[in-house]
């Protein structure tokens, strides 16, 4: 059975891998990509995913240019973490495509009516693109099949703050109005990102894989990988976009998760971003839809996966 899926992303070196993940899978359908700002600027994230979807083999797959900035506050970007080019400085070529005519958010909204039921959606950026499609789309929520969010800092700490993961933090107004929504909804958050590392070992099996896909994400990751290093101690790096595509398409490799209905903190003084579950062992009175909090993943499997993507 072919998966069909919506990517929503900020390109991004992470979200570089996500994209060669799915689009080494002859049974997923990419039937769109969004871009938001995030990682880098929407103009440099738009052309990224237009790049990246010719490296990876997939020059057919309509990619739209989103939001520039958040719903409420200023946009944040992260050059110390992908890049002033958001792919750690390696040049691709300049794409033979260019952005559809649509919006990010307009494309999801026609893409999910014209087969309902059907699409996933997988957002690896910023929430905002979401939040306009549902602003202009109420009924998404029951039009998707399956919504899989990397976000979010559930019971740990996050990354751009004591309790902020960059994703919801950079735009924590959208990502309340996406929890919100009734979405059938997998977070895939920091808890289960920051302990699924390519390791030193895999990185240098990257590197010796032949082939242009592999050699320029090899050279993405030794810039991303710099950045982990100095914060995890060891050369290492998260994969957080990659894991959120695999809990997608290989759902067997979830091995724990639990559900809880989760908020994002709009107000606070050093918690503002932070996505809130009531995890007091006794039934939460929230009646807010629950999503499924992603704790464990087969992790050799998974990185053996992101390899295979590769070669
Ligand atoms: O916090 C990690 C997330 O923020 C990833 O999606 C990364 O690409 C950045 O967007
Ligand atoms: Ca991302």
């Keep these: 059975m072919t998966t069909r899926v919506f990517v929503d992303c900020d390109p991004g070196i992470d979200d570089a891998v996500a994209l060669a993940y799915l689009s ?22 738009t052309d990224n ?33 992908h890049g002033a080019n958001g792919l750690g400085g390696v040049e691709l070529p300049a794409p033979a495509g260019k952005p559809c005519e649509e919006s990010a958010a307009e494309l999801l ?4 009516r014209e087969t309902p039921g059907e699409l996933d959606v997988l957002a690896v950026g910023p929430l905002t ?18 919504l899989v969010v990397m976000g979010g800092a559930v019971r740990d700490p996050g990354n ?4 902020a993961e960059a994703n919801v933090a950079n735009d924590p ?47 993405f990751l030794a810039f991303y990988s710099d950045f982990y290093t100095e914060i995890l101690g060891e050369r290492q790096c998260a994969m957080h976009d990659p894991l959120a595509a695999a809990v997608l398409v290989d759902p067997h490799l979830v091995e724990g998760s639990y559900r809880t209905p989760i908020r994002v903190e709009l107000n606070g003084t050093f918690t503002r971003g ?16 629950p999503v499924r909090v992603i704790t464990d993943v087969a992790e050799a499997d998974f990185l053996g996966r992101m390899l295979d993507s590769l070669r």
């Design 24 to 45: 080494a899978r002859s049974d997923v359908e990419i039937a769109g990509v969004g871009a938001v700002f995030g990682n880098s600027g929407v103009e440099v994230t």
């Design 49 to 81: 995913a237009l790049r990246l979807l010719e490296l990876y083999g997939r020059p057919e797959v309509p990619v739209a240019w989103g939001a520039s900035r958040p719903l409420v506050q200023p946009p944040r970007l992260a050059p110390h973490v």
């Design 109 to 112: 909204v026609r893409l999910a």
């Design 129 to 146: 693109n979401l939040a306009l499609a549902l602003a202009l789309e109420p009924r998404l929520p029951d039009l998707v099949r399956r």
């Design 160 to 163: 751009v703050g004591p309790h």
């Design 173 to 219: 107004e959208a990502a309340e109005v996406v929890f919100e929504a009734g979405f059938t909804l997998d977070l895939v958050a920091l808890d289960v990102t920051m302990r699924t590392v390519a390791t030193a070992e895999w990185l240098t099996e990257l590197s010796r894989v032949p082939g242009e896909r592999a050699e320029r994400t090899s050279e």
């Design 274 to 289: 932070m996505t809130v579950a009531d995890l007091r062992p006794r039934p939460s009175k929230d009646e807010r839809h």
